[in-house]
């Protein structure tokens, strides 16, 4: 609800102050798709992604092939022997845990790579959009994918194919 009355209230308040302003808007999904870089690089980092996964479930099963072993056997075992596994089967569990954050943390090897990869194409994209706002006149211009919500749009003001044609797609 309020992001209806937020919405109502916005288009309110442009409409009042539109008159003399131009909007246009783009779909980043859709520019996104029409970059064969960008699909490229995203195939590269789930290729990346499925390797560091497929090494990490091999050692999780490691980690659970060692505890259901030591159920099995902690009948025979001393308590020095019991603590000993134990400390094993915890270390691995940290290891585990450690890896898995250094590929896919906050700061992770696959964020880097996307990072490296994708950024320069987000960021022609941006600059690109800029350019034609101040070469256009826009006052604003929308990303009409993901979440945002827009009533209506007029394919007229679709600023998507000229952004990919300005970065030489199409």
Same mark, same amino acid.
């Given at each position: #609800?309020?992001?209806?009355?937020? %919405? ?50 091999? #050692? ?7 505890? $259901? ?11 020095? #022997?019991? $603590? =000993? $596994?134990? &400390? %094993? ?19 992770? &090897?696959?964020?880097?790579? =996307? ?14 959009? $800029?350019? #034609? ?5 826009? @006052? %604003?211009?929308?990303?009409? @994918? ?25």
């Amino acid at each position: #609800m309020k992001k209806f009355i937020l %919405t109502i209230f916005t288009v309110i308040i442009f409409a009042g102050i539109g008159n003399a302003q131009k909007f246009g808007f783009i779909d980043s999904e859709y520019i996104l798709e029409n970059i064969p870089a960008f699909a490229a690089a995203q195939e590269q980092l789930d290729k990346l992604s499925q390797q560091y996964q497929k090494e990490l479930e091999t #050692m999780y099963a490691e980690i659970e092939l060692m505890y $259901r072993n030591y159920q099995v056997e902690s009948v025979k075992l001393s308590e020095e #022997m019991k $603590r =000993r $596994r134990e &400390d %094993t089967i915890i270390n691995k569990e940290k290891d585990y845990k450690q890896l898995q954050s250094k590929y896919f943390g906050p700061s992770g &090897d696959l964020f880097e790579i =996307r990072q490296k990869l994708v950024s320069p194409i987000l960021d022609s994209i941006f600059n690109t959009v $800029r350019e #034609m706002a101040n070469e256009g006149g826009y @006052a %604003t211009i929308f990303d009409m @994918a993901g979440n945002t919500t827009l009533f209506y749009t007029n394919p007229d003001y679709d600023l998507s194919n000229q952004v990919l044609q300005k970065l030489g797609y199409k």
